[in-house]
């Protein structure tokens, strides 16, 4: 994956939110921000890597 082209989707959305979501096994939470683009939204979660092992990745999923 490339992943400035990956990043690059992020580029033109407003960050409209943030909260903190639980590390479910007692380490660090994660930062989760809610992006929106014309009515279009999406969640970033920040985690470490793809796998989740912590906080610097970012998971970008649409909201609906």
Request: net charge negative; charged share 25%; proline share 2%.
């Amino acid at each position: 994956m490339r992943m400035d082209e990956y990043f690059s989707q992020l580029i033109g959305f407003t960050i409209v939110g943030l909260h903190m979501e639980a590390d479910e096994y007692g380490g660090q939470g994660f930062p989760v921000y809610t992006l929106d683009k014309g009515g279009v939204k999406l969640t970033a979660t920040i985690s470490s890597d793809e796998e989740g092992n912590g906080g610097g990745f970012i998971f970008l999923e649409e909201t609906k």
